[in-house]
């Protein structure tokens, strides 16, 4: 796994985003107002969303490699009063966290994703944890109209999580083979290679990295080339569709990321 968090960092984040989290929500005017980002939700949706999410992957985590049952049957609802509400939700954070650090980093966990770049490991979840619970927290803030960037060391390796957890994959690319490269002003770059083979990612060692040429791969074997620049806060919130892909710095055919973002590999 390709990260540049280790595992007590990632459960140290895992805590803190979570508390910005019920921050966000103890301080809502109503929890039944609209999320912005996620529009069929309300600020409750979300909050319950969150914790039995934390739950069931707290129960996944424990169960090891084979898939768990979920964890909402049997388990307190999410209560509708907002201190009770806020007590809940780090419940949930606390179930989850003590699951990973019973469990380490690498042991076997069932997850979702293929294993071709991200392994289902206990690790990986708590990385991907991480992930969501970090731009769930970007949605609760702008539902209350106080949203802050994800934290650098957060965003910085959520480009790499989601390309390398949400987007790799056997399944053929079903258009004509192509590149997209993500580069972050802090200054790391990735490079995603779509074809007839799946989907993989890279790091790029540098800035000075052709378009289009991928290690190992002829210059001119990519039919088609896209890039994206931004800060890794920008990337990791246009990969998630919180803010348009078009308010980053864009080069080369834009259809191509909405062709990503519109590819469902198990279709």
Known sequence: MTTTLEFPVLLRLIDERSTAFRAAVASAPSLDVQVPTCPEWTLFDLAQHIGEGRRDWAATVAAGPAP???AAAGAPVAPREREALVAWLAESTEQLLDALEKAGPDRGCWAWWETLQSPHTSGAVARHQL???????????????APQPLPDEVALDGVDEFLSTC????????????????HASEGRSWRLSLSADGARSARLPGPGTLPGQTAGQDPDAASAFFSARGTANELVLGLYDRIPIN?????????????LSAWDPNE
């Open 68 to 70: 768990a049952k979920s």
């Open 247 to 259: 308010s980053l710095e864009l080069d080369g055919d834009r259809r191509l990321f909405e062709q």
């Open 167 to 182: 987007v790799t994959t056997t399944s053929a690319w079903p258009h004509k083979p192509a590149v997209i490269d993500f």
């Open 131 to 145: 992930q969501q619970l970090a731009v769930h927290t970007y949605d609760a803030q702008i539902t209350i109209g």
